[in-house]
T-cell receptor, first 113, second 112 residues
Framework: AQSVTQLGSHVSVSEGALVLLRCNYSSSVPPYLFWYVQYPNQGLQLLLK??????LVKGINGFEAEFKKSETSFHLTKPSAHMSDAAEYFCAVSSAGTYKYIFGTGTRLKVLA | GAGVSQSPSNKVTEKGKDVELRCDPI?????LYWYRQRLGQGLEFLIYFQGNSAPDKSGLPSDRFSAERTGESVSTLTIQRTQQEDSAVYLC??????????FGQGTRLTVV
């Protein structure tokens, strides 16, 4: 069985500060890991994904995430927050051959001026 | 079409009525998913279709919920005898073998 835990349902950062959104997963098979973003009044969009290969994955809008197998984590980071980053972020896990996604409960990011 | 299309975008229904929500996936996508997002909460998996395999219904919250998909085309999520607790945004997504899911804009269901 697979599961995803996102620590912190709400995160606030100052504009220009580091963004760190935490995601831990549980999977009995090698996982595929995803971060999705939902901007206000918009649908979910893929930010980045890890399937195989390089463990540091770069996505859109300056975000990146690192797959750490030993820590079962896939935390999302961005060096400098921008006001436009305010949104809800969802971590998800899947695995090869299943296509079934399990989503975390989401983290709402607030960027303070 | 260019993306996943869901209809209606908004639905207000009286408690006890049945509702049908429709999802048109991206052409060629073999996998289709339904999720529910209640106000202030995360995405809740409901059901998953993959090609002609038996659907994974493990997320359906009660027997009032059912979904169908014909082949690799349109899917319909049906909620019978709606309750106020069913009020939520119902999201549909589809994906191909690459694993990236594309989401529709959702159907906002309000049960009054």
């Amino acid at each position: 069985a697979q599961s995803v835990t996102q620590l912190g349902s709400h995160v606030s950062v100052s504009e220009g500060a580091l963004v760190l959104l935490r995601c831990n997963y549980s999977s009995s098979v090698p996982p595929y890991l995803f971060w999705y973003v939902q901007y206000p009044n918009q649908g979910l969009q893929l930010l980045l994904k890890y399937t195989t290969g390089a463990t540091l994955v770069k996505g859109i809008n300056g975000f990146e995430a690192e797959f750490k197998k030993s820590e079962t984590s896939f935390h999302l980071t961005k060096p400098s927050a921008h006001m436009s980053d305010a949104a809800e972020y969802f971590c998800a896990v899947s695995s090869a051959g299943t296509y079934k996604y399990i989503f975390g409960t989401g983290t709402r990011l607030k960027v303070l001026a | 079409g260019a993306g996943v299309s869901q209809s209606p975008s908004n639905k207000v229904t009286e408690k006890g009525k049945d509702v049908e929500l429709r999802c048109d996936p991206i052409s060629g996508h073999t996998a289709l998913y339904w999720y529910r997002q209640r106000l202030g909460q995360g995405l809740e998996f409901l059901i998953y279709f993959q090609g002609n395999s038996a659907p994974d219904k493990s997320g359906l919250p009660s027997d009032r919920f059912s979904a169908e998909r014909t082949g690799e085309s349109v899917s319909t999520l049906t909620i019978q005898r709606t309750q106020q607790e069913d009020s939520a945004v119902y999201l549909c997504a589809s994906s191909s073998y690459s694993g990236r899911a594309f989401f529709g804009q959702g159907t906002r269901l309000t049960v009054v």
